[in-house]
T-cell receptor, first 111, second 114 residues
Framework: AQSVTQLDSHVSVSEGTPVLLRCNYS??????LFWYVQHPNKGLQLLLK??????LVKGINGFEAEFKKSETSFHLTKPSAHMSDAAEYFC?????????FGTGTKLQVIP | EAGVAQSPRYKIIEKRQSVAFWCNPI?????LYWYQQILGQGPKLLIQ????????DSQLPKDRFSAERLKGVDSTLKIQPAKLEDSAVYLC????????????FGSGTRLTVV
């Protein structure tokens, strides 16, 4: 079965330090992959997407992700965390089959 | 570009009552999705429409949930009768077509069943 695994349910970083949120996928072909962010009591917002073009994808708010086929990973990074980045992040697999959400990673940013 | 509109934002009902949610997708988006997000969990797909036809409703509890998309535009999701475990946020999303383009979510409807 096609799946998406977010390796950490909670990540805590200090403001100004790098962010790394990990996502691995299983697929027999190159999927479409997305990262969404959900702030408390808000809807889901698309951060970035990979659709088999460039493997390094830049998104909004300084986030980026790198598609690594050899590692079946699509980790989300940001060089310097801001307090406003505190939210829940979902890795999502799309394509021509059923859309699959990861279980989410809650990012805490410590002042 | 206007976003995906959902109403109401909040709803509180007693168990065994019925409730309906409304979604207006982005103009021209052929595909519409309803998701259920229980507190602390990721969204779960309930139903996917392509224009006004159902593509996937395998996780829709059809004994109590129903959904329709009239004329391939607006959609309503109904629960009848509601159970306590239906308390969740119901999210609507739309996309131009294939999911490779990503999709846009509405703000959701928070349902509390008491």
């Amino acid at each position: 079965a096609q799946s998406v695994t977010q390796l950490d349910s909670h990540v805590s970083v200090s403001e100004g330090t790098p962010v790394l949120l990990r996502c691995n996928y299983s697929s027999s072909y190159s999927p479409s992959l997305f990262w969404y962010v959900q702030h408390p009591n808000k809807g889901l917002q698309l951060l970035l997407k990979y659709t088999s073009a460039a493997t390094l994808v830049k998104g909004i708010n300084g986030f980026e992700a790198e598609f690594k086929k050899s590692e079946t990973s699509f980790h989300l990074t940001k060089p310097s965390a801001h307090m406003s980045d505190a939210a829940e992040y979902f890795c999502v697999r799309g394509g021509y089959q059923k859309v699959t959400f990861g279980t989410g990673t809650k990012l805490q940013v410590i002042p | 570009e206007a976003g995906v509109a959902q109403s109401p934002r909040y709803k509180i009902i007693e168990k065994r009552q019925s409730v309906a949610f409304w979604c207006n997708p982005i103009s021209g988006h052929a595909t519409l999705y309803w998701y259920q997000q229980i507190l602390g969990q990721g969204p779960k797909l309930l139903i996917q429409f392509q224009n006004n036809g159902v593509v996937d409703d395998s996780q829709l509890p059809k004994d109590r949930f129903s959904a329709e998309r009239l004329k391939g535009v607006d959609s309503t999701l109904k629960i009848q009768p509601a159970k306590l475990e239906d308390s969740a946020v119901y999210l609507c999303a739309s996309s131009p077509g294939s999911i490779i383009y990503g999709y846009t979510f509405g703000s959701g409807t928070r349902l509390t069943v008491v």
